[in-house]
């Protein structure tokens, strides 16, 4: 759920009570229109994506237009080559690409084409391989629509998958093969993964190739017990579809995962052996340096216990190298836990074992070697390892909660260097080898900036710095976000920012607009760009203001994980003291103070409307999960624990049991096809509210999923909170 946060946090107003129409921006500046936000891209920054660092670290490509691939120099910042042109290709079999993937020996092209969301991160497509020396096209299959279309490290074969089985195919050969035969949709799952790992391990790709080439390592889910939700899909049918997927709900019942490797040699699979206990998950597999020996990572079902096993592939013993408890959770695994060592003998890890997330160098047979960062701040994270120099880069907020700057520490432990230079939010990409990377860097003040470096952090050119665009939001008026910090009553410093009203008159009283989001480990307080919905509203005459609230990250664990086990109680407490903080300020109008959130946002909009207490005047919830109970188990339960046994901590503190405190204007808005937080949770608050007797407005969004977008959408959503809050504040 939180990776919701940095798709949707571009929002919170105020208004302005002058003599201005409040709907419409002084004069002498532009005014922002709900288009220019939603479909004109009018404030849209300029980046270098679809970045691919060649083998010889020298070179990068990109592609344009999904119809050509562009090879630059990375010294020069010169292009050096077209190596690819759909246009050249005669009658190529596809008339755009949506990916591409070089074959290691960069002479074949995986093109991926025909793309169909499943899910957040799945989908299906049609693979082609293209030989660059032949100039010749190639389907991987012809079969059927393939997923996660993979090379071996040798290049001579692509394993994917297909409804539910494993296969690969032989390049040299031209053969398919077939690794499963059982996958059955909504029963079996073979080398992908099922929706809830998807969601909050962020992991689709259930398979991994050995270092040789010769075995492929994959998952195998068995989600027969997992119990089935449904979904009335209408798509314009006379009997709409009743689409059905598995979906396991806090304290209901998970998959059982296995984990086999097969070889290709002898066509023989082996399960590797994950312990007596199948309640339990497998967030990552990974092979070392070793093409016998699978590393698997295994955590108990509340998450507050890992393990790193070695398994032998060949018989499937495994061993327990590596084993860590929290007395509340471990942090979502993702994939770069663990990182094994070229030399074969060590391996990093990332922990917060001492109150803050930190790296770790452990050898193989899991005693530590030294912690390779420490203080008082968070890693954030992990860029690569250079492990011909041994160093490891990464970023960090080591300067600031609100900021991020990309560090480089050596294995040794004796030597740290800070490589990025700009104040603010920085991230880099670095070459094979390390020779260079491009860093991309933006700041409240500043649009994306993205600059080419050498690996010690010499500035060697600009490729894109937005100064345009910097220019045109001067036309605009709306300042930059103010940072703010204020103290709780519990004595806890929060941070926050708001955004001001051009012109704006500190002897007037404006209107505050809260956005909101607030769930674990998320930050909406971040020294960096974003100009959209924020910025109209504030243009409008509103003040928009966000904290950050307990629970958020970038401030240690005791930070973080205070709201274990009780997920709403202190981050709706912070919230309402934040808003009468702001409330008493002597530019706001105290009376007229509304809140907002997406997803967890949402959750956090509802529960300060009903717990407020007439702090909030308004709100609007954009798909808000109402009752913890309606949740996913790995994400609910590694911050609530399981609700029987934690039934308090699940019913104190959902919104959906307070619909009777609520006072102000309530906008609930929800898509009918949301497979990650269920139109449920909103028909459920409906109902709560109307037996509680509350007026309230709804939005429905038919056939549109969490991320309610297509088409007319987006600019539809925000049109109606824009007028909900013209006419609520």
């Known amino acids: 759920m939180k ?135 190639m389907p991987l299959s012809e079969n059927g629509p393939q997923r996660l279309a993979t090379f071996s490290p040798d290049g001579t074969k692509i394993a994917f998958v297909r409804d539910n089985d494993l296969f690969y195919l032989d390049l040299n050969m031209g053969e398919e093969h077939r690794v499963t035969t059982d996958g059955k949709y909504n029963h079996l799952i073979n080398g992908s993964t099922d929706w809830v790992y998807e969601e909050e391990f962020s992991i689709t790709r259930g398979f991994a190739w050995s270092p040789d080439s010769k075995k492929l390592a994959f998952y195998r889910f068995d989600e027969s017990r997992v119990k089935q939700f449904n979904m009335t899909l209408f798509q314009g049918r006379l009997y709409p579809e009743n689409y059905t997927f598995k979906y396991p709900k806090a304290g209901e019942k998970n998959s059982i995962v296995q984990i086999w490797v097969y070889d290709l040699t002898t066509g023989k699979k082996v399960q590797m052996d994950t312990g007596k206990e199948t309640d339990q998950y497998i967030p990552r597999i990974k092979w070392t340096k070793d093409p016998n020996i699978l590393a698997m990572v295994r955590e108990n079902r509340l998450q507050n216990h890992i393990e790193i096993l070695l398994a032998d592939a060949a018989t499937g013993r495994s061993s327990v190298v590596y084993s860590e408890k929290n007395k509340y959770y471990i942090e979502e695994i993702d994939d770069n836990y663990p990182v094994f060592l070229d030399d074969g003998k060590e391996f990093v890890l990332y922990s917060e074992k001492d109150g803050y997330k930190h790296f770790y160098l452990y050898d193989l047979n899991g005693n530590l070697i030294r912690q390779l960062t420490k ?292 906008l609930l808005i929800h898509g009918t096809a949301d497979d990650n937080v269920h139109f449920q949770n909103s028909v459920e608050l409906m109902e709560a509210l109307i037996q509680a007797g509350k007026q309230f407005e709804v939005q429905i969004y038919p056939d549109k999923n969490h991320g309610i977008s297509g088409g007319n959408t987006r600019f539809h959503l925000y049109t109606r909170m824009t007028e909900f809050v013209e006419e609520n504040l």
């Open 375 to 666: 203080g008082k701040w968070d890693v954030d994270r992990f860029l690569g390892i250079d492990n011909k120099k041994k160093l490891l880069y990464y970023t960090s907020s080591e300067e600031s909660p609100l900021r991020r700057s990309v560090y480089v520490v050596s294995l040794d432990g004796k030597t740290k260097k800070k490589l990025s230079q700009q104040t603010g939010t920085n991230s880099a990409v670095f070459s094979k080898g390390f020779r260079y990377y491009i860093n991309y860097y933006s700041s409240v003040s500043t649009p994306t900036v993205v600059t080419l470096h050498d690996a010690t952090g010499r500035l060697i050119r600009t490729l894109e710095d937005n100064r345009e665009l910097k220019e045109k939001v001067g036309e605009y008026g709306v300042k930059p976000k103010e940072f703010f910090t204020f103290t709780t009553s519990d004595g806890v410093e929060l941070n926050g920012w708001m955004i001001k009203p051009p012109d704006f008159d500190p002897s007037k009283k404006y209107p505050v607009f809260f956005n909101n989001y607030g769930g674990p480990g998320s930050q909406t307080v971040r020294d960096n760009w974003s100009y959209g919905w924020n910025e109209l509203l504030a243009q409008r005459g509103y003040i928009v203001v966000s904290v950050d609230n307990r629970g958020t990250g970038a401030r240690g664990e005791a930070f973080k994980k205070i709201t274990y086990g009780q997920l709403g109680k202190y981050e709706t407490q912070d919230q309402i003291e934040a808003a009468r903080y702001v409330g008493s300020l002597p530019y706001v109008d105290s009376t007229r103070i509304g809140v907002w959130g997406w997803s967890y946002g949402g959750f956090m909009a509802a529960s300060c409307l009903f717990k407020g207490h007439g702090v909030y005047k308004m709100g609007i919830s954009v798909a808000p999960v109402t009752s913890w109970r309606y949740y996913d188990t790995i994400y609910t339960e590694r911050y609530m624990g399981l609700p029987q046994d934690n039934a308090k901590g699940y019913d104190d503190n959902s919104p959906i049991n307070f619909c009777g405190e609520l006072e102000g204007k309530y």
């Open 3 to 137: 990776k919701m946060l940095f798709l949707f946090l571009a929002v919170t107003a105020v208004f302005s009570v002058s003599s201005l129409n409040a709907s419409q921006p002084a004069a002498k500046y532009k005014k922002i229109t709900v288009a220019d936000i939603t479909t004109r891209g009018t404030f849209r920054s300029k980046s270098v994506s679809g970045l691919r660092s060649m083998s010889d670290g020298k070179h990068y490509t990109t592609s344009e237009r999904g119809k050509v691939i562009v090879m630059y120099s990375y010294k020069t910042g010169e292009a050096v080559d077209t190596i690819f042109n759909l246009d050249l290709m005669g009658e190529p079999p596809f008339d755009h690409f949506s990916n591409y993937t070089f074959s290691p020996d960069e002479t074949q092209i995986l093109f991926e084409t025909d793309h169909h969301q499943i899910y957040r991160r799945s989908f299906t497509a049609e693979y082609f391989i293209y030989d660059r020396k032949e100039i010749s096209f």
